[in-house]
Structure formats: structure tokens, C-alpha cells
């Protein structure tokens, strides 16, 4: 399998490229802008020089124009009655291409200047007293020494792109690389905030993001733990009486067959509520529902629905999960009957921003040192309430009031008894568009 790059690896080449990119256009902008003043300055010079050595020719008996020229031939500069050679295979040097041209546009005639290379760089100034006369300047050629310096700079310039970029992408893959060490020790749960000190806010957000992961991945671990505990806690009981009761012969008996009967159904509740619990419902669609129908069909299903009174508005249609309300309900009301004492209550109360679905009941109510830890999964009221069940019911009505931006809150009535409220918020409609000008 090939290996994929390192995020080190990548950056470095990603800063140095743009450094060398950037030195590249520098150095691009450089040469054309040196060789304009190069060429601006260089013929102004070689011009003047020329028409001075013109001037100087044209009195060949005077004898210090003659020791002028004999100095300005031991300079490069004299004056050819021959003709400028034809241009060779050798390319002319940019700078002294553009040398010529500035200098022919300032001598009004571009013919009047010819720049030669064969081998040695020469600048030829047709004459303008002798048309037939050239004055000729060699050009030294710094062209080896400025390419050895361009390239003396250029890897110079490499060198220091390459620190850079080496720099830059360490300070930018460090703290990544820090985070990559203690992402085990993020998911485990423990601090590593002094090992992320001085990395920049998204790591730190991105570490947060990891640990926050790891307290849900550690949640959902010890939900399934203790719902494997509570389910072998659960279906002992019930399987120990099944098995005693067929060893005895009890299927003839009514009485006993009856007491079977009611430890299956007491198996199928505590394996439909694991069920309920770990599947959490949050695949359900919210869907347009009436609470007061809902409530009222949960009421006219209980074993004694005298016993239960609806209180609320006629209509209370709000987008719900209806099976997982109807669910959570229904536990709240289970735990009413089997907990609490009659008359039990069920109350819709619609409010500005939300809606609370309450259920009270006149029982004893709840020792208070139990009551704030009321909802967690597999723990029963029963050193206050003596009851049986799964310990899941308010687990899952807490859930769904999650699922739904809710939450449930449980209390002690100040009259005596338990009151649970399912807190709902109302969704806000969405805001129509303003109407065009008509």
C-alpha cells in the first residue's frame, strides 16, 4: 500500500513553493525593470560618447582631437569605415538589444544604431557628418558574471526558502502532531490541557471535539453495561420462578399458570423497555401531532382509567416524534400507578415558548436525597416507593425529551405526591418573505 504524505511533508512543500514563487516574480521584476534603467542610463552614455568621438574625427589635423582618440581607443571607442558585421548564429544580449533600440529612438533614426556580438559585444553609431562612418564602443559583457551571481543568489535565496518553509510548516504540524499523541488519552478522559498550551484555537477546539467524543463514546459504554446488568438482574427472578414452577408440574394449575403467565409478560416488558432504550428513537420523523388526542388515548388504555383525569386545551398540535412521546408518556403514567396513589393527572399546559406535558400523581412522593438521581438507567425509586420494574422508564422519557430540545423535570408535590413534566419547546415558524411592491 503506498504511503500517504505527511501533513509535515505537505506544508513544507506548499510554503516553499510559494517562497520560491514569489522570489521567482521578484526576481522576473527585477531583471526587467534593472535592464529598462540599464539600457535608459547605458545609452544616453554611449550616445554622448559617440558624438564626441564624431566631433573629434572630423578634425583629423587637429593633434589633441588626435590624442583624444588614441585615449578613447584604449577605451573600446573608435571609429571603423567599415560596415557593422552581419548578425551571427550567437544571440545578442537582451540589455544590449535594448540599449540600441533606446539609443536609435533618442537619435530620432533606430538605423543609426546597431548592436554586434561576434564574439565581443560591440555598439555601432553611424556618424552624422560621414555617412559612410561608424563610431564603434565595445561593451564589456558581465553576462558570466551575473549569471554565477544570479545563480550564487538564487540558491541562496533556495536555502533560505527551504528554512522558512521548514519552519513555518514544523510551527504549523507541531501542535497536530502533539494532539495525534494524546487523542487516545482525549477519548480515555484524561486532561491534556498542558500539553495543548500555546496551539492555535482550532486545535484547541478540535481536542475539545475529541474529548467531548470520548465522554459520549464512555457514556454510551456504561448505558450498555449497566443495561447487560440490569437485564440479568431483571430476568433472573422471573426465569428462577418459570423454571421452579415447570420442575413442580404448576401448568395444570390455574392459579399457577396465571403467576407464569404474568413473569413472561413481565420478561417481554423488561425486554421491550432494553429494546426502547438502546434504539433511542432518533430515527423517527417529527411529525405534526395532537398532544390532547395522544394523551387521551394513552388514558382510555390504563387498567383503570377512572382513575385518571385529562387536564389541558381541546387541541395542542405540535411537530412531535409520536411514537417515542407516546412511549415516554406512557412511562411516566407506569410509573404513576405503579409508584404513586390515585387520582392521577395528566395536564397539557401550552406556554409562549413551550409546552409541558405533566403527570401527578398523590402517592408518597420521593425520599429527597434519591430524587437528583431520579433517570438514570436501572435505578428504581424503590427505597422510597417499593416497587418492581426495569429502571429504564424515566431513562427513556428523559431521552425523549433530549431528542426533542426538551427536558424532564421531576419533583415532590408540596401537597404530598410526584409530579413529572415533560418540557417541550414550541419550533418557531419560519418568517415569510416581505411581500413585493406591487
Same mark, same amino acid.
Not at 582631437?65 to 571609429?79: E, K, T, Y
Not at 536609435?104 to 561576434?118: K, Y
Not at 426465569?239 to 404474568?262: F, I, Q, S, W
Given at each position: !500500500? ?330 411516566? !403514567? ?105
Amino acid at each position: !500500500m503506498r504511503r500517504a504524505p505527511s501533513t509535515f511533508a505537505l506544508v513544507l512543500v506548499l510554503v516553499a513553493a510559494a517562497l520560491l514563487l514569489a522570489l521567482a516574480l521578484s526576481s522576473a521584476l527585477q531583471r526587467r525593470f534593472g535592464r529598462q534603467v540599464v539600457s535608459d542610463s547605458y545609452s544616453r552614455l554611449a550616445l554622448a560618447t559617440a558624438l564626441a568621438t564624431d566631433e573629434l574625427a572630423s578634425r583629423p589635423q587637429d593633434p589633441a582631437a588626435r590624442q583624444v582618440l588614441g585615449s578613447l581607443r584604449l577605451l573600446g571607442v573608435h571609429v571603423s569605415d567599415a560596415q557593422p558585421p552581419a548578425p551571427s548564429v550567437r544571440r545578442i544580449a537582451p540589455a544590449l538589444t535594448a540599449v540600441a533600440r533606446t539609443a536609435g529612438s533618442l537619435l530620432g533614426d533606430p538605423s543609426r544604431v546597431v548592436a554586434t556580438q561576434t564574439p565581443d559585444s560591440q555598439l555601432w553609431v553611424r556618424s552624422a557628418r560621414d555617412l559612410a562612418r561608424w563610431i564603434v564602443l565595445r561593451t564589456p559583457s558581465y553576462r558570466p558574471r551575473l549569471l554565477d551571481s544570479a545563480l550564487l543568489l538564487s540558491v541562496l535565496a533556495g536555502l533560505i526558502a527551504l528554512a522558512a518553509a521548514g519552519l513555518a510548516a514544523r510551527l504549523l504540524t507541531r501542535p497536530l502532531e502533539r494532539l495525534a499523541a494524546q487523542a487516545s488519552a482525549l477519548l480515555a478522559g484524561t486532561p491534556t490541557d498542558a500539553g495543548l498550551d500555546g496551539s492555535p484555537r482550532e486545535v484547541r477546539r478540535l481536542a475539545a471535539a475529541i474529548g467531548e467524543a470520548g465522554e459520549r463514546l464512555r457514556a454510551v459504554a456504561r448505558e450498555r453495561e449497566l443495561m447487560l446488568a440490569g437485564i440479568s438482574h431483571d430476568l433472573r427472578t422471573p426465569l428462577a420462578r418459570l423454571r421452579l414452577a415447570m420442575e413442580l408440574g404448576d401448568a395444570g394449575d390455574p392459579v399457577r399458570r396465571a403467576a407464569m403467565v404474568a413473569d413472561l409478560e413481565e420478561l417481554d416488558r423488561a425486554l421491550e423497555q432494553c429494546l426502547a432504550f438502546v434504539r433511542e428513537g432518533r430515527d423517527e420523523a417529527l411529525q405534526p401531532t395532537d398532544l390532547t388526542t395522544l394523551a387521551g388515548q394513552l388514558l382510555a388504555l390504563r387498567l383503570q382509567p377512572d382513575d385518571w383525569q385529562l387536564e389541558g386545551p381541546a387541541e395542542v398540535a405540535v411537530p412531535i416524534r409520536p411514537t417515542l412521546l407516546r412511549r415516554a408518556l406512557g412511562n411516566l !403514567m407506569d410509573n404513576a400507578e405503579r409508584y404513586g396513589a390515585p387520582p392521577f393527572t395528566v395536564t397539557l399546559t401550552r406556554q409562549a415558548d413551550a409546552i409541558e406535558l405533566g403527570v401527578t400523581d398523590h402517592g408518597p412522593g420521593v425520599a429527597p436525597g434519591l430524587l437528583p438521581r431520579l433517570g438514570q438507567p436501572f435505578l428504581r425509586g424503590d427505597a422510597a416507593r417499593s416497587g418492581v420494574g426495569s429502571g429504564l422508564g424515566l431513562s427513556i422519557a428523559a431521552r425523549a425529551a433530549r431528542l426533542h430540545d426538551g427536558e424532564l423535570r421531576l419533583a415532590n408535590r408540596s401537597g404530598g405526591g410526584f409530579v413529572a413534566i415533560l418540557r417541550l419547546p414550541i419550533p418557531r415558524a419560519p418568517v415569510p418573505p416581505a411581500a413585493s411592491a406591487q
